[in-house]
């Protein structure tokens, strides 16, 4: 069974650095009057930059949050193929202007290599309407970053900030993974350690980027949790992670 979780990153022996990420990218990261208001979510896992893909189970859940309302989307998931690997797509109907908060939390994975079970919480917010109010209001996840840039409608080489927390309260010192969407297989790297940028959070969880040109951004934060899980009798560490998906766009010309 592959492993199919987001952040995670290792050493393969070939000395390829890696970083597994769960995606949620959704059609658009806005929705105006003159376009498709039905958004297709895609719920997968992948090395993004690699576009290598990975099978993934179903979710535990999926959910949309709206002007403090929340609605359970896991009956919509129906199972895809998505870069040739088992992955999940929703559709879901955009009627009224708001601030849309998807998240999905996987089924916990036990990974082998690191003895270790992995949960990774990956959300992603569409603006509609022209309405974007909300957009920094948190979900409550275990462990969940808040944009503290409006994370929808910017220009690729803008600053991303986002504050990464833990059972609510601010996470110092942790680990954020960065990596490009690289859906059309247009770029490469110069070597290994261009694949995944990786930055830390300041004394009060917070991180910046900028990111350097258009498409879909990930940003994964990990921890590892206070409490184990239990596999086959013995007691093994849970490595946490909150991951946020961005788009970022280039500039129209007239």
């Not at 022209?130 to 808040?146: F, H, Q, S, T, Y």
């Not at 949790?225 to 992670?241: I, N």
Request: with cysteine; aromatic share 12%; glycine share 8%.
């Amino acid at each position: 069974y592959s492993k199919v979780y987001a952040g995670h990153s290792l050493m393969c022996l070939s000395g390829r650095a890696e970083a597994q990420f769960s995606m949620l990218i959704p059609s658009s990261s806005t929705v105006m009057e003159d376009k498709e208001s039905s958004l297709k979510l895609d719920v997968f896992s992948a090395y993004p930059m690699e576009m290598r893909g990975l099978d993934m189970q179903q979710p535990k859940s999926l959910t949309i949050t709206r002007d403090g309302k929340v609605e359970d989307l896991k009956a919509m998931l129906k199972p895809a193929t998505l870069i040739g690997h088992q992955a999940w797509r929703a559709v879901y109907e955009v009627k009224q202007p708001g601030v849309y908060q998807f998240a999905m939390e996987p089924a916990p994975y036990f990974d082998p290599e690191e003895d270790r079970f992995i949960i990774h919480y990956t959300k992603t917010v569409v603006a509609a309407f022209g309405d974007e109010k909300g957009w920094d209001v948190p979900l409550g996840l275990k462990m969940e970053i808040i944009p503290l840039t409006r994370p929808f409608a910017n220009y690729s080489g803008n600053i991303f900030q986002g504050r990464v927390l833990l059972d609510g309260k601010p996470v110092p010192g942790a680990e954020v993974e960065v990596e490009y969407y690289n859906r059309d297989d247009v770029y490469t790297t110069p070597n290994v350690y261009f694949m995944t940028q990786v930055i830390k959070t300041d004394e009060n969880g917070v991180f910046t980027y900028c990111a350097p040109w258009p498409g879909w951004w990930g940003f994964a934060a990990l921890k590892t949790d206070r409490k184990k899980m239990e596999h086959q009798g013995a007691l093994k560490d849970v490595e946490l992670g909150a991951v946020i998906w961005m788009e970022f766009t280039a500039p129209l010309k007239r």
